[in-house]
């Protein structure tokens, strides 16, 4: 405990044993051990005997002085250290020197430990014995871990590898969340909140200012990617990035390339848009990417994988399908839309980018514009039509065969913009088109349609059309034909679709929902996640059994209005109110509601 004393020539407990061992008069060495090695203050002797007269222990008034000067210290190196003097580190250096053989002394280690933190550069020699001693490395301060860090990349690599882990079982948890709501899924949070979560603030913290400890986090992110393919891996990287921009770390910020092309996609995808003026400003970034400089677009195209931005470019696609739908003009006539193409298709290449070492930026599939998108178009025009034809009188309909299949998805660009439109109609509620588009995800480019993403976007947008689950037809579309067609080889679906039937079991037809019970039963071989949510939508079939929920009162149409005859007039006419209102309207009345009322609704709105 007090190791390191007779060092700095300092009277220790042995010593005191030496000296009572060898005296003949205990009593006086006991005085003269005090006189030497007490406070060298001597108008404080003459004191020391008003305390004994209190009762006031030697021990506890030496351990209060103690604890007073250390704290002033203390204090004082902090002082020193933030000072402008050119020799304050050498006299930090100075007191190192002093104090580091106490090191192992409780009451003198945060003295150490503050000149240490207080130091920009620790004497190697200082560094590698905190690095050998598993107690001084653990409470040491970051500030000294980092110099420490920034040459064992091993152990930074231990440091960082839980907060990895960490932060993927969060982002699974989410896409895996019980709450299904359209208003609250995964892509809810905005970027500056999913910044303040606990492990990008804890890896900020790590690296600090520090250029070469925050490389390393890179590298430890790209090869986890090449090695997992879970693109949450380049979400943190992109986050990790603003996270430092939002501290003004312009040490790192300024000689990281995608600093600027990140803080304008970052905020697009604050808006979930990509508006003319950042399509411009983002376009610039990919175009001023200069010969021999060509690496930079490995760390772009995993800024665009990341989710959030893809979130964000294809649901700026889709808007911008809309409007050219309005203009009567095709895909390739629009800048805009060909630059949110060109992004995707950089971000989706990202892995075979890095993996291959190879640089170049994809070449864009020309028939994603010629062939795809026009194609999708036309499906977005059908699926109008089919809304409109059904509000027409059943003899003005039409015999028209209406697609019950997206376009060929012969890419993952042309997949993702496919999948977003099935989101866009299932949040329109459009329950024709579900029925006849959903069968056809069961073969989709690298089974996309499966991938937890977009089963939980799915999931969610599918409470909007809650009371359709009572149709028998409906339940068909999206469970057989559909969810249950890979669930039993794929445990993910499985999953999504207990997390759906947890949230709207009570809407779905009964008979249906005791064959699906039956299907969904997990084998022993299934993950307690499965099993537990099995277990869980049981228990709450068997407790809606035993309490069956009160049927819901429609509300009251009765707007209290009583009949009110007026004095009868050329103008006026004299049926009661109540009888007016409730008379069918004419069919002169019903065109002219349908040629006004009749428009075509945004195919993605602005959140």
Excluded at 36 to 49: D, K, R, V
Excluded at 211 to 217: G, R, S
Aim: aromatic letters at 6%; hydrophobic letters at 40%.
């Amino acid at each position: 405990m007090f190791a390191g004393l007779p060092e700095l020539g300092i009277s220790n407990g042995e010593d005191l044993k030496e000296t009572l061992t060898n005296c003949t008069e205990p009593l006086k060495a006991i005085d003269q051990f005090q006189m030497e090695n007490g406070i060298l203050l001597p108008t404080l002797q003459s004191a020391l005997p008003f305390l004994d007269l209190h009762g006031t222990p030697r021990l506890e008034f030496h351990q209060s002085v103690f604890d007073e000067l250390r704290e002033k210290l203390m204090e004082r190196v902090a002082t020193i250290a933030e000072g402008k003097d050119e020799d304050r580190y050498v006299k930090l250096e100075e007191l190192l020197e002093k104090s580091f053989p106490l090191v192992k002394m409780p009451s003198i280690q945060p003295i150490v430990m503050q000149v240490l933190k207080h130091l920009p550069k620790v004497p190697e020699k200082k560094l590698k014995q905190v690095m050998a001693d598993k107690e001084l490395y653990k409470v040491c301060a970051v500030e000294v871990k980092r110099q420490i860090w920034q040459d064992n990349q091993a152990l930074f690599g231990d440091e960082v590898s839980p907060l990895l882990k960490q932060y993927i079982v969060e982002k699974e948890a989410a896409l895996f969340s019980s709450d299904l709501s359209i208003l609250h899924n995964f892509f809810s949070p905005s970027p500056k909140t999913r910044r303040q979560g606990e492990v990008v603030l804890k890896l900020t913290q790590m690296i600090g200012k520090n250029v070469k400890l925050y490389d390393m986090v890179l590298q430890f992110l790209r090869t986890l990617f090449l090695r997992t393919r879970n693109v949450h891996y380049c979400t943190l990287r992109a986050e990790l990035l603003m996270s430092l921009h939002d501290l003004d770390i312009s040490e790192i910020c300024s000689v990281d390339p995608c600093h600027k092309f990140s803080w304008c996609l970052d905020a697009c995808i604050r808006e979930k848009f990509v508006d003319a003026k950042r399509a411009r400003e983002l376009q610039g970034f990919l175009d001023g990417v200069k010969k021999g400089q060509e690496q930079v677009l490995g760390d772009l195209s995993m800024i665009l994988c990341d989710p959030f931005a893809c979130n964000t470019l294809v649901l700026s696609t889709v808007r911008n399908l809309q409007e050219l739908l309005s203009q009567d003009a095709l895909p390739r006539d629009s800048p805009e839309l060909l630059l949110l193409l060109r992004m995707l298709s950089l971000g989706q290449g990202a892995w075979d980018m890095i993996d291959s070492q190879v640089f170049k930026e994809p070449r864009m599939d020309l028939e994603v514009v010629t062939r795809f998108l026009p194609a999708m178009m036309s499906i977005v025009v059908d699926d109008y039509t089919f809304t409109v034809e059904q509000k027409l009188p059943s003899e003005e309909k039409t015999s028209l065969t209406y697609p019950t299949t997206l376009p060929e998805t012969f890419s993952r660009v042309a997949c993702e913009i496919g999948l977003y439109y099935v989101l866009h109609i299932a949040k329109q509620r459009n329950k024709n088109a579900l029925q006849r588009l959903l069968p056809a995800l069961v073969d989709t480019y690298n089974d996309m349609a499966f991938g937890d993403i977009f089963l939980h976007l799915l999931t969610g947008h599918l409470t909007l059309l809650s009371d359709e689950f009572g149709s028998e037809e409906f339940c068909t579309a999206v469970f057989d034909n559909f969810l249950l067609t890979s669930f039993s080889s794929k445990e993910n679906v499985h999953r999504h679709c207990l997390r759906l039937l947890n949230h709207l079991h009570q809407k779905v037809l009964v008979s249906y929902m005791e064959t699906l019970m039956k299907t969904l039963e997990p084998p022993k071989q299934s993950s307690e996640s499965v099993k537990e949510l099995y277990t869980l939508l049981k228990e709450k079939l068997e407790a809606s059994k035993k309490s069956p929920p009160e049927p819901e009162e429609a509300p009251s149409l009765d707007l209290g209005l009583h009949p009110v005859t007026v004095p009868s007039t050329p103008s006026t006419p004299t049926t009661p109110l109540r009888e007016r209102m409730d008379a069918p309207a004419t069919r002169e009345q019903q065109q002219q509601s349908r040629s006004h009322g009749d428009r075509p609704q945004a195919l993605c709105h602005k959140d």
